[in-house]
């Protein structure tokens, strides 16, 4: 008797210890980590953009950085952009139908830009679970960049009056003709 007792008092113990478990509940996502000087603009002669990037290697985390720092500022200047959607839906079969239903989305971009008196005014690397990750902040100086584009407003004003004088030029010689 005391031993049924003594399991009863044991199985009792174990359901409240189980019972009272903590559970699981939602979890909440998880911050990604950044340096504090991260994404921010905080001086008004310069335009900052910032690439981040994962690799084995510290030097490769450090470039990949780089590369995504300046294909950022890139895309700021001067992007082409393509993109196609395409729906597709397919209806096969007689007594059950099926029906095949595909919509595929492609979007290219592609940046040009040309840059000068650019520097790298912080950089950071991190050790993480597959390697190192590398943050990097590339500093472009805001006179250059209304420089490169004053140039560029001017050529294509150029490129426009050259097609202009040489529509013009055609004319001319179509009235010659007649």
């Known amino acids: 008797m005391k031993s049924l007792k003594m399991i009863a008092i044991i ?3 174990m359901f409240t210890v189980i019972g009272c478990g903590q559970a699981d509940g939602p979890k909440t996502p998880k911050e990604v980590f950044q340096p504090d000087w991260y994404g921010i603009q905080d001086n008004v002669d310069y335009v900052f953009s910032y690439g981040k990037a994962e690799k084995r290697s510290e030097d490769m985390a450090f470039e990949a950085a780089k590369a995504n720092a300046y294909l ?3 895309q700021y200047v ?3 952009v393509k993109g196609m959607i395409k729906n597709y839906m ?6 059950n139908p099926q029906i095949t ?3 595929s989305k492609v979007v290219k971009v592609v940046s040009d830009a040309k ?3 650019t520097m790298i005014s912080q950089r950071k690397s991190y050790v993480a679970e597959n390697g190192y990750l590398s943050f990097v902040r590339l500093s472009l100086p805001k006179a250059e960049i209304n420089k490169n584009m004053l140039n560029q407003i001017k050529n294509e004003e150029a ?3 050259q097609f202009k004088s ?3 030029f055609k004319e001319l010689d179509n009235e010659l003709a007649k």
């Open 166 to 168: 040489s529509q013009a």
């Open 11 to 13: 199985m009792i113990v």
């Open 78 to 80: 001067k992007s082409h």
């Open 115 to 117: 840059f000068s008196n």
């Open 72 to 74: 950022e500022a890139a």
């Open 90 to 95: 397919e209806e096969a079969g007689v007594d």
């Open 101 to 103: 239903a595909l919509t």
């Open 159 to 161: 490129l426009y009056n």
